[in-house]
């Protein structure tokens, strides 16, 4: 009875080893893999307008599934992206267990996740934007420009500190007049009412409330630059390994914002002015 649990277990050990060389495998060639199957499973925390799960249909909306989808066609690969919506954090771990081929949301290419997995080119930036009223009719281009004025943002971003630290370099006799709200469509509803003169937010959400609701008294300040914005690239993210679909991803997806496609694509979905988010 011992040696008969023993060889079931070694069949058992030998069937998941099995599995998961099949898995490395698939992984190590998700190029071919995709266009033998001609389904690409993705990704994402499911929050618009960048990558979500529709309601209705269960299918992939956003900017970065339609920026997949078009990569895909110059790619020469015929694909329906299946999307699957999970917590931010678990988006990387899902990758390398083969539950997704590819993380299809707006995560940071950062040195730390490029040890565990492997990145695209930057496919854009979302960093924090500078938004104020219609016109801008108080010059407001950088955070150094709010010395005097009222500002605000959302409790618990890295904003605060932001305005803070400007608040502090404010010439003597001078501030900031730092607003902390909830959430960012309370900052949005004052900034547009014009009890504060400007706001520093995430980028893509002020573009996609705009699109949204153009009532919105307010823009994003177009030459406004970002405390990092370098640090801010998004990228898409594969298990190692896949250099062959990276490689021809990137070189598609560089074509695509040489013709501009990439800025067709996010101004159909309110991410404006592109420049703002397609290049540095």
């Not at 990569?71 to 999970?86: C, F, H, N, P, S």
């Not at 917590?87 to 730390?112: E, H, K, Q, V, W």
Request: charged share 15%; with cysteine.
């Amino acid at each position: 009875m011992i040696k008969k649990c023993r060889f079931a277990a070694v069949l058992a050990l030998s069937a998941m080893m099995s599995t998961a060389a099949l898995a490395r495998a698939q992984a190590a060639d998700l190029l071919t893999t995709v266009s033998n199957t001609h389904v690409l499973t993705i990704g994402t925390s499911n929050d618009a307008p960048l990558s979500y799960v529709d309601s209705k249909t269960k299918g992939a909306l956003g900017a970065l599934p339609d920026l997949l989808r078009a990569a895909l066609t110059r790619m020469g690969v015929k694909a329906d992206l299946k999307i699957v919506a999970m917590p931010f954090s678990s988006l990387i771990p899902a990758l390398n267990a083969g539950r997704i081929d590819m993380i299809g949301d707006a995560m940071y290419a950062t040195a730390a996740r490029e040890k565990i997995i492997s990145f695209t080119d930057a496919t854009f930036y979302n960093p924090e934007s500078l938004d104020v009223a219609k016109g801008n009719p108080l010059k407001l281009h950088q955070l150094s420009d709010l010395c005097g004025h009222s500002a605000g943002t959302y409790e618990g971003t890295t904003y605060v500190d932001q305005l803070r630290r400007a608040s502090k370099a404010c010439p003597a006799g001078t501030s900031i007049d730092v607003h902390l709200y909830p959430t960012i469509q309370n900052v949005f509803a004052d900034l547009s009412a014009g009890r504060l003169n400007a706001a520093v937010v995430d980028s893509s959400l002020s573009a996609y409330a705009l699109k949204q609701n153009p009532a919105l008294s307010f823009e994003l300040v177009a030459d406004y630059v970002p405390a990092d914005k370098k640090g801010s690239a998004c990228a898409f993210g594969v298990a190692k390994g896949n250099d062959a679909f990276v490689a021809a991803f990137n070189k598609a997806y560089a074509a695509m914002l040489s013709d501009g496609t990439a800025a067709q694509i996010f101004t159909q979905w309110g991410l404006t002015p592109t420049s703002f988010f397609l290049s540095l």
